[in-house]
């Protein structure tokens, strides 16, 4: 390989190591392949990469965007993660990635961009943050009318007139997509066998989000914390191959970040650690909703939260 | 719908028998309906005789606009009308008829995948070849779409569906690909589709599902509906298990009834080949 592969994708939070699914996607399936990518995490500098377009994979003097078109150019490049599959897995792995994409992404994009709690207390802060002014003013609203857009548009067709109703249907088949998901993993590590293939990291993307994140509204996460088969699956992804994460550390492999954002990240994930420990302890009060203790404090106790909360 | 209603829905449904004069309404068929419309229409129809439901087969210029959700086909049951296969799979569901009740957990899951797989990517490859590309859009759609209805609405209707359908492919990032792209896929679906079936009968093997009415619906319309040219069909083609596949399907359930119904495809398009 002549130079190596840069990949431009969103940054992790949540112990996640990139809360964007389709980011998430491309990255998992770097890990199973064994390709090395550059990351390039998208951060609050006018050098890095900007726009709507991400993930974007470039390799010499070529950019190649969309989850599945980066991992068939990781497969014309001999990084191939489905080498074992039958032709009838490989025709599966069709299959499932259709699902995926008709049935679960339109109540992920949902819970992340449409639904006005998550949107302004988690996603669109978020975002903005890692956007350099004045976009982050203007590219997560973009996002968030893409994402209602695309779900009236392909969902929003007559007798459900109103948001109310396409609502309940995109959370009703997201909440069976999900339970076929977790009968067809059934027992086994992953969804083919010993070995993670495009289609784990297809739902390893999906699924690891709507577990992590912590959203204010939570009917998709407290279905899928039900289906304790899918969160071992995604907790054993996060601990078999993105280790590195539970420090803290947002992905490794980016010499080009300096020391300031290393420790702002620190700062910002013993944040949301904590937030998490102080969490687990009022579950049993869900009238108290994360985003009310985002002003205390970091402090030490966040990191023993962090190693406790991601073993798989 | 919410769940009070779907129980609603489903109680009412389960306490009528299948009447007699039950019917299935579908555009014109010699000079109205689209490739996309007829593979629907068809996997419905194919449903139906596979569950062993007599329905009546009714051409409408307007039944794109009598369904309730503006999507042909939709039968009309009773006093309950229903449009579009999953539905009327649920439907016929809470009228005690199922196929896929012997599957396992595991089955079911696949047959949903592979149902999504088909309306992802052959349904909307469909769409794109009938209202993106110029060519057909210019040559079949438009005067076929039009047809019943006079100036100026034939023009404004053409528009309004094409406006439509081109907002869709937007946003699911379809705008930008090109033919070729979409004929790949196309050739991905079936290839999968191929290989799912290896040398079965159908899909779960012995019984048919409603996988198989959809896939059927789809592949049968393909094969023999002449288009601008034959690289659409000739992507299915390269599948004998699948030709095999439609022409079992059609044997089995269609054969008796092709006069009246049915394999609308060869009687719509004359020039279209016919399967024997």
Known sequence: MASPMELSCWGGDWGLPSVHPESLVVMAYAKFAGAPLKLNVVDNMWTSPRGVVIPVLTSENTSVTQPTKILNFLRKKKYNADYDLSAKEGADTLAYIALLEEKLLPAVLHTFWVDADNYCTVTRPWFASRIPFPLNLYLPGKMSREALNRILVTKGEPPLYSLNDVEAQIYKDAKECLNLLSNRLGTSQFFFGNTPTTLDAFVFGFLAPLYKVRFPKVQLQEHLKQLSNLCRFCDDILGGYFTYNITGFSPAGQDTVDANLQKLTQLVNKESNLIEKMDDNLRKSPQHFPQKLTTLKPTRTGEESSSQHLSP | MSLVADAFVSQIAAA?????????????????????????????????????????????????????????????????????????????????????????????????????????????????????????????????????????????????????????????????????????????????????????????????????????????????????????????KKYKNLIDFCRRIEHNYFEDHAKDTSAGGMQRLPKGPSLH
């Open chain 2, 16 to 236: 009528e028998a299948w009447p007699e004069n039950a019917a299935l309404y579908q555009p014109l068929k010699g000079e109205q309906i689209l490739l996309s419309d007829n593979a629907s229409s068809l996997a419905v129809q194919a449903f139906l005789k596979m569950c062993n439901l007599p329905c009546q087969v009714i051409c409408r210029a307007n039944a794109e606009y009598m369904s309730p959700s503006g999507k042909v086909p939709f039968i009309h049951v009773g006093n309950q009308v229903v449009s579009e296969l999953g539905p009327v799979v649920q439907f016929i569901k809470a009228k005690g008829h199922s196929l896929s009740d012997g599957l396992d957990e595991v089955q079911k899951a696949e047959m949903k995948a592979y149902m999504e797989l088909v309306n992802n990517m052959l349904l909307t490859a469909e769409l794109y070849i009938q209202w993106c590309d110029e060519a057909t859009l210019e040559e079949i759609t438009e005067p076929r779409y039009s047809s019943p209805f006079p100036w100026p609405l034939n023009y404004i209707l053409v528009y309004q569906k094409r406006w439509e359908i081109q907002r869709k492919m937007k946003a699911i990032g379809w705008a930008n690909k090109s033919l070729d792209q979409v004929f790949e896929d196309v050739d991905q679906c079936c290839q999968a589709l191929s290989q799912r079936l290896g040398a079965q009968p159908y899909f779960f093997s012995k019984q048919p599902t409603e996988l198989d009415a959809l896939v059927f619906g789809h592949l049968f319309t393909i094969l023999t509906t002449q288009l601008t040219n034959d690289e659409l069909r000739e992507k299915v």
